[in-house]
């Protein structure tokens, strides 16, 4: 009963430092997300995968890249990290048209 | 000014009250609106889906659109300690998940 499953949990960087965050899900769902939250800012979405192979820009996609590396896995990547990008980041996938779900979270400290 | 507007509380109201949320939007595009529930250090979960404007009901949850009014609200009935979460609401114009606008959330807590 995974659902969608993000690691790592927790991650703190140096400014200029890249990462990788990783995403899978096990609902068979075409789509996947992500997404960062801050506070009074709501969640805004960095990229999305209509479906595996396609991926296209959110709201707030500077400084970031993805790849959709299978229908179950969707990863997005810090090349260089800036205390901007200090966040909790959410990955989520829907069926086509179907409600989101999303998995507990990255909580991200760019120092 | 944002396209969709959530007091952020937090609100405090004792166990067995009913508790009402709120949201309000500008754009009046937007067809189908959503609440989400967020405990705390976890993500998002879906609660209540609805498209047109009127209420629909969910056990003790209630989820009410004026479109006229570009207003949604969250009821909760009999209100329990485990409703103790962020609320966030979203809405978008079309069926595509990538063209939602969430709002802030508003932080509930439930007193015993």
């Known amino acids: 009963n995974a659902g969608v499953t993000q690691t790592p949990k927790f991650q703190v960087l140096k400014t200029g430092q890249s990462m990788t965050l990783q995403c899978a899900q096990d609902m068979n769902h075409n789509s996947m997300y992500w997404y960062r939250q801050d506070p009074g800012m709501g969640l805004r979405l960095i990229y999305y995968?209509?479906?595996?192979?396609?991926?296209d820009k959110g709201e707030v996609p500077n400084g970031y890249n993805v790849s959709r590396l299978n229908k179950r896995e969707f990863s997005l990547r810090l090349e260089s990290a800036a205390p901007s990008q200090t966040s909790v980041y959410f990955c989520?996938?829907?069926?086509?048209?179907?409600?989101?779900?999303f998995g507990n979270g990255t909580r991200l400290t760019v120092t | 000014q944002k396209e969709v507007e959530q007091d952020p509380g937090p609100l405090s109201v004792p166990e067995g009250a009913i508790v009402s949320l709120n949201c309000t939007y500008s754009n009046s595009a937007f067809q189908y609106f959503m609440w989400y529930r967020q405990y705390s250090r976890k993500g998002p979960e879906l609660l209540m889906y609805t498209y047109s404007s009127g209420n629909k009901e969910d056990g003790r949850f209630t989820a009410q659109v004026d479109k006229s009014s570009k207003y949604i609200s969250l009821f909760i009935r009999d209100s329990q300690p485990s409703d103790s979460a962020t609320y966030l609401c979203?809405?978008?114009?079309?069926?595509?998940?990538?063209?939602?606008?969430f709002g802030t959330g508003t932080r509930l807590t439930i007193i015993p």
């Open positions: 989520a996938s829907s069926a086509s048209s179907g409600p989101l779900h």
């Open positions: 995968s209509a479906s595996e192979g396609t991926t």
């Open positions: 979203a809405m978008g114009s079309n069926f595509g998940n990538e063209k939602l606008t």
